[in-house]
């Protein structure tokens, strides 16, 4: 039986003094989607920095490939992990064009000294392409729309060449244009690659019709994980949110309204 | 130019003016981007407080500049990551400590304190020949790590976050760069002068981002400008007996400001800059 692809097992994190997250256990197998919802300040950030380590945790553990991730093992393991964060992360004054920021995903399997090739280089038009961003290529950074610089993100993830994608509220503070286009991005990278996807979002509906498990999170502890289906629930998300919601069919999809 | 060129003394100048001022544009490229000002300042300041400390007990001044801003950026980027403490609360903390002994020492300077207070404005006329070298060897290591690791500095100082969930080594490259500073700070503080020495760090490199959209070229036109400034700024204080450190800071001020002037950046259209090639 293939192992899990990602394991954290009772795994409590503090900062300073306080305990952000508590008790957390959780299994993603290879291909996976899973989202993980939760009100601000649950710790859904934190939870999604335990995969790659960027999250140190105090008591438990966390695995990747049977590997244990550590602040030793971390910058080994990190490039098969990839992580996208919000598009605020790009800095827009930075003099970088679209294409030199999404070959930077390829660096850290390069290594220090080495040269980008022509592999990397190809690895980077396709990673563009499959974004639609390939027009854009030679664009300054700080040109771009918050949906182009969020689909630029997901193609410098690509060319990382991950087998596991973490993203942290990639459709944050985008219009509802740009946040479709991001998520049926990541949706048709997801079943071209194969990738296992780890989402953390405040948006209901795009968890109901894309992803395949749930967890939810709040107060730091993990407080339901299923599959989706079951998720869709107005008292356990009412309870999640600590604010009423109502579940609406509207043709085959369900929504959420609060 | 030959008269000027005929004395030993201003020909070392012109070329300390070169090192030291592509030196410091280089170097600015990594304080404007990662807007690591007040690092800069903090750092220069400790090499100041080092030189005087070392002029105080008898130590050559550069001794003390070295180990004083090296120690300073080596304080300032483990106290920064310790939880709790920011950036801006580290260079506060050691800013104000480098000030205080800095006054300390320059009030404990026996005698006239000519030498103490040449050093807050700079001189680049009594540079010697192992100064030189040692800059050499500083525009060398510089250089040098720039070109070898410019694609972690590029992947770094555009997506930190990114680059550090790749597994890159975000905090070595950090750390390296202001080792670097305090080397580059210690060495041209002599001849630019503390107070000075940061705007020569800071103009150059902000007047370079006004021009280009390209990292790599962006390093080129900072030391470039550095280096003119530098140069123009030693001419004029040679032609028109000003103070050579304050001539330089102001030619790269001009620079910058011609720089806002003329900046394509300007241009607000969505189109790419043209000549910006996808390599």
């Known amino acids: 039986m293939r192992p899990p692809l990602a394991r954290i097992r009772d795994a409590t994190v503090f900062l300073g003094r306080r305990r952000i997250l508590e008790n957390i256990n959780l299994t993603v197998n290879p291909g996976e989607f899973w989202t993980l919802i939760g009100p601000n300040g649950a710790g859904k950030s934190t939870l999604l920095g335990l995969f790659n380590g960027?999250?140190?945790?105090?008591t438990g553990s966390v695995t990747y490939n049977g590997r244990p991730v550590t602040p030793k093992t971390a910058p080994r393991i990190r490039p098969n992990i990839a992580h996208v964060f919000q598009a605020?992360?790009?800095?827009?004054?930075?003099?970088?064009?679209?294409?030199?920021?999404?070959?930077?995903?390829?660096?850290?399997?390069?290594?220090?000294?080495?040269?980008?090739?022509?592999?990397?280089k190809d690895l980077a038009a396709r990673a563009l392409e499959a974004v639609g961003l390939s027009a854009l290529a030679g664009?300054?950074?700080?040109?771009?729309?918050?949906?182009?610089g969020q689909r630029m993100a997901l193609a410098r993830a690509l060319t990382q060449e991950p087998e596991f994608l973490l993203l942290d509220e990639p459709t944050a503070s985008l219009d509802w244009q740009a946040r479709r286009e991001v998520l049926n991005t990541i949706d048709n990278l997801r079943r071209r690659y194969r990738l296992a996807v780890f989402l953390v979002t405040h948006d209901l509906n795009a968890v109901f019709s894309m992803a395949a498990n749930v967890a939810m999170l709040k107060g730091g502890r993990l407080v339901w994980c299923g599959p989706v289906d079951?998720?869709?629930?107005?008292?356990?998300?009412?309870?999640?949110?600590?604010v009423p919601i109502t579940i609406a069919a509207c043709g085959e999809r369900r929504v959420a309204l609060f | 130019m030959e008269s000027f060129l005929s004395y030993e003394f201003l020909r070392r100048a012109l070329?300390?003016?070169?090192?030291?001022?592509?030196?410091?544009?280089?170097?600015?490229?990594?304080?404007?981007?990662?807007?690591?000002?007040?690092?800069?300042?903090?750092?220069?300041?400790?090499?100041?407080?080092?030189?005087?400390?070392?002029l105080w007990l008898g130590f050559p001044p550069l001794a003390g500049a070295l180990t004083a801003s090296l120690g300073a950026a080596a304080l300032v980027g483990p106290l920064a990551d310790r939880p709790g403490f920011s950036l801006d609360t580290a260079?506060?903390?050691?800013?104000?400590?480098?000030?205080?002994?800095?006054?300390?020492?320059?009030?404990?300077?026996?005698?006239?304190?000519?030498?103490?207070?040449?050093?807050?404005?700079?001189?680049?006329?009594?540079?010697?020949?192992?100064?030189?070298?040692?800059?050499?060897?500083?525009?060398?290591?510089?250089?040098?790590?720039?070109f070898c690791f410019f694609k972690e500095i590029q992947a770094i100082i555009g997506q930190s976050r990114a680059a550090l969930a790749s597994g890159m080594p975000v905090r070595a490259v950090r750390y390296a760069c202001f080792i670097l500073m305090g080397l580059v700070v210690a060495c041209t503080l002599k001849a630019i002068g503390g107070l000075l020495i940061f705007s020569l760090i800071v103009a150059p490199a902000a007047a370079a981002l006004q021009l280009t959209y390209s990292l790599r070229m962006m390093f080129l036109l900072s030391a470039a400008l550095g280096a003119t400034a530098s140069v123009a700024g030693l001419w004029l204080s040679f032609r028109l007996s000003l103070p050579t450190g304050a001539a330089i800071v102001l030619i790269a001020t001009l620079m910058l400001a011609a720089a806002m002037v003329f900046s394509p950046k300007k241009k607000t259209s969505a189109s790419s800059p043209p000549g910006q090639g996808t390599s």
């Open chain 1, 54 to 58: 960027l999250t140190p945790c105090r």
């Open chain 1, 88 to 120: 605020t992360d790009i800095d827009p004054k930075m003099p970088m064009n679209v294409f030199e920021a999404v070959l930077a995903g390829t660096y850290s399997r390069i290594g220090l000294l080495g040269k980008p090739g022509k592999r990397e």
């Open chain 1, 139 to 148: 664009r300054p950074i700080g040109r771009l729309s918050g949906g182009e």
């Open chain 1, 230 to 242: 079951e998720a869709v629930n107005p008292e356990l998300l009412g309870f999640l949110y600590s």
């Open chain 2, 15 to 54: 070329l300390m003016s070169v090192l030291g001022g592509s030196v410091c544009g280089a170097m600015g490229v990594f304080v404007v981007l990662w807007r690591m000002s007040l690092v800069g300042m903090c750092i220069s300041h400790a090499a100041f407080a080092g030189a005087l400390t070392g």
């Open chain 2, 91 to 146: 260079i506060g903390v050691i800013f104000s400590l480098v000030m205080s002994l800095a006054m300390l020492a320059l009030g404990l300077l026996p005698g006239a304190r000519t030498e103490g207070l040449s050093l807050i404005w700079g001189n680049l006329l009594i540079v010697t020949s192992s100064e030189l070298w040692l800059m050499g060897g500083v525009a060398l290591l510089l250089f040098l790590f720039v």
